[in-house]
Nanobody
């Protein structure tokens, strides 16, 4: 069992910044693919950004150029730097961990609320 603990959410004005963190309790963090997803009220959960074990990143079109995902394998932590925040970024943000070699190895964090006021 892997625990993912997100932190860093909060209330920010439009145009502001936040940095989310997700700490993973696993000894194999370095080989995992990590991702950030979000879910706004009444909407489906959607991909925000992912980072592979090799450091390759992928972003949703809506956040490209504003958000940056990174990882620190020494700290078993993945980050999401969010700049130029917009009210439409308001959502619960979830961290996801998966092992591409084991299809069953998928874990989610409990989520952290991000609210952007206009």
């Amino acid at each position: 069992q892997v625990q993912l603990v997100e932190s860093g959410g909060g209330l920010v004005q439009a145009g502001g910044s936040l940095r989310l963190s997700c700490a993973a309790s696993t000894s194999i963090f370095s080989i995992l693919s990590m991702g950030w997803y979000r879910q706004a009220p009444g909407k489906q959960r959607e991909l925000v950004a992912t980072i592979t074990r090799g450091g390759s990143t992928n972003y949703a079109d809506s956040v490209k150029g504003r958000f940056a995902i990174s990882r620190d394998n020494a700290k078993n932590t993945v980050y999401l730097q969010m700049n130029s925040l917009k009210p439409e970024d308001t959502a619960v943000y979830y961290c996801k961990a998966e092992n591409p070699d084991w299809g069953w190895y998928v874990y989610w964090g409990q989520g952290t609320q991000v609210t952007v006021s206009s």
